[in-house]
């Protein structure tokens, strides 16, 4: 079975600083990946996701991350925060079939002004 | 519909009682999934349906769980007896080709009392 893990259950940065959110996963296969965002009292919305291709994948807000498969680890930056961008932050990995979907136990960002 | 819509929103109910939990998924999306997500935790993953089949039902944590979709759009999730343990918010997820990631509802937050 997959898993997924995501260092620090919160993460603290200045409003224009670097964000950086870590995910590991173990996968005898090549994996999908998944970053997700949510927001308070909303659902999961689809950040980026890494499925073939480019390893340096591009998604909303700002966001990237970069599947590094040495370091079975796909972890999510942004060059700038925002304060609008706290919230919390779930990595996901599927195995090729994508019958089911493992998810960290989350990261929780603040923006401090 | 335009999203995944799950009802109700919030569900406060009485420890021993049955409770029924209800999605709609994006019309035409052959895949479902409920995941729970219990307070400060990450998500965990329930049962997922292909069709109106589930051929992975292996997350349901007991046999007080039961799910079923019909007409390959609506899914119930009723939890039989419920425990104070059963608290958590409940998210249904759809998805037409899964390496596009899953659509998740606001999901129902459940609480037993």
């Known amino acids: 079975a997959q898993s997924v893990t995501q260092l620090g259950s919160h993460v603290s940065v200045s409003e224009g600083a670097l964000v950086l959110l870590r995910c590991n996963y173990s996968s005898s296969v090549p994996p999908y990946l998944f970053w997700y965002v949510q927001y308070p009292n909303q659902g999961l919305q689809l950040l980026l996701k890494y499925t073939t291709g480019a390893t340096l994948v591009k998604g909303i807000n700002g966001f990237e991350a970069e599947f590094k498969k040495s370091e079975t680890s796909f972890h999510l930056t942004k060059p700038s925060a925002h304060m609008s961008d706290a919230a919390e932050y779930f990595c996901?990995?599927?195995?090729?079939?994508?019958?089911?979907?493992?998810f960290g136990s989350g990261t929780k960002l603040n923006v401090k002004p | 519909g335009a999203g995944v819509s799950q009802s109700p929103s919030n569900k406060v109910t009485e420890k021993g009682k049955d409770v029924e939990l209800r999605c709609d998924p994006i019309s035409g999306h052959t895949a479902l999934y409920w995941y729970r997500q219990r307070l400060g935790q990450g998500l965990e993953f329930l049962i997922y349906?292909?069709?109106?089949?589930?051929?992975?039902k292996s997350g349901l944590p007991s046999d007080r769980f039961s799910a079923e979709r019909t007409g390959e759009s609506v899914s119930t999730l009723t939890i039989q007896r419920t425990q104070q343990e059963d608290s958590a918010v409940y998210l249904c997820?759809?998805?037409?080709?899964?390496?596009?990631?899953?659509?998740f509802g606001s999901g129902t937050r459940l609480t037993v009392v």
């Open positions: 349906f292909q069709g109106n089949s589930a051929p992975d």
């Open positions: 996901a990995v599927s195995e090729y079939n994508f019958n089911k979907f493992y």
């Open positions: 997820a759809s998805s037409l080709y899964s390496d596009n990631g899953y659509t």
